[in-house]
């Protein structure tokens, strides 16, 4: 029989932190573009969010980025700076570890792009005890965007209440709220952990 709630994880700010600010100067010391470009590049560039919604693929990322920047490294090397911006959120890391003993099926649900998921990947073990991911790359959508919701809908075989959602992201827990599911504005790990202890 299976269990009755399944919790879906956001990933940036929950579960890691990132910032791209670490991979700035990195970036810079091998471009032509000056730091005040390469902000732009990174915090008002369409490119970003092209790339996360599955409209560009790493490779058509990459030479955007170098014409964009003057770049003038590989693109394993621009992929390594791009993608070394996580740190840990231990007490939801941990939060997530109680779900994962308790046999809480559990999803991750990320706007995110193929780099930055091979980093976590290799970096953060935890990231391999979900029960599935969804993410916007491949679904070719971003939250809030209802196809993000179907698609983990659909390989979750859970709609509605059975579905208690964590995110920092006002706009897409609202999204998560108006299919019925059980929605989290993280804030604090102290708070959601006590929201979450009511839920499941």
Same mark, same amino acid.
């Given at each position: 029989?299976k269990?009755?709630k399944?919790?879906? *994880?956001?990933l940036g700010?929950?579960l890691v #932190?990132? #910032?791209?600010s670490?991979?700035?100067?990195?970036?810079?010391a091998?471009s032509t573009?000056?730091?005040?470009?390469i902000k732009?590049?990174? =915090?008002?560039s369409?490119?970003?969010?092209?790339?996360e %919604?599955g409209?560009?693929?790493r490779?058509e *990322? =990459?030479e955007q980025?170098?014409?964009?920047t003057?770049?003038r490294g590989t693109?394993?090397? *621009?992929?390594?700076?791009?993608?070394? &911006? *996580?740190? +840990? &959120?231990?007490?939801m &890391?941990?939060?997530?570890? /109680?779900?994962?003993?308790?046999?809480?099926?559990t999803?991750?649900? %990320? @706007?995110? @792009?193929?780099l +930055?998921?091979?980093?976590?990947?290799?970096?953060?073990? =935890?990231?391999? $005890?979900f029960d599935?991911?969804?993410?916007s790359? /491949?679904?070719?959508?971003?939250?809030p $965007?209802?196809?993000m919701? /179907?698609?983990? !809908?659909k390989?979750?075989?859970r709609?509605? +209440?059975?579905i208690?959602?964590? $995110?920092?992201?006002?706009? @897409?827990?609202a999204?998560?709220?108006a299919r019925?599911w059980r929605?989290?504005?993280h804030e604090?790990? !102290?708070?959601?952990?006590?929201?979450l202890e009511r839920f499941?």
């Amino acid at each position: 029989m299976k269990p009755e709630k399944i919790v879906v *994880f956001d990933l940036g700010k929950v579960l890691v #932190d990132f #910032d791209y600010s670490i991979a700035i100067p990195r970036i810079v010391a091998h471009s032509t573009l000056t730091l005040a470009g390469i902000k732009i590049f990174f =915090f008002h560039s369409h490119l970003l969010v092209d790339y996360e %919604s599955g409209r560009l693929t790493r490779l058509e *990322f =990459f030479e955007q980025a170098r014409q964009a920047t003057g770049f003038r490294g590989t693109m394993e090397e *621009f992929g390594e700076f791009f993608a070394d &911006i *996580f740190t +840990a &959120i231990p007490p939801m &890391i941990e939060i997530h570890a /109680e779900l994962h003993r308790r046999g809480v099926p559990t999803y991750i649900f %990320s @706007n995110t @792009n193929d780099l +930055a998921i091979e980093h976590v990947r290799r970096s953060f073990p =935890f990231f391999r $005890d979900f029960d599935g991911y969804i993410f916007s790359y /491949e679904v070719k959508a971003m939250k809030p $965007d209802a196809k993000m919701y /179907e698609a983990l !809908e659909k390989l979750a075989r859970r709609r509605g +209440a059975d579905i208690v959602y964590l $995110d920092d992201r006002p706009e @897409n827990v609202a999204a998560g709220a108006a299919r019925g599911w059980r929605t989290i504005l993280h804030e604090t790990p !102290e708070k959601t952990r006590a929201v979450l202890e009511r839920f499941v």
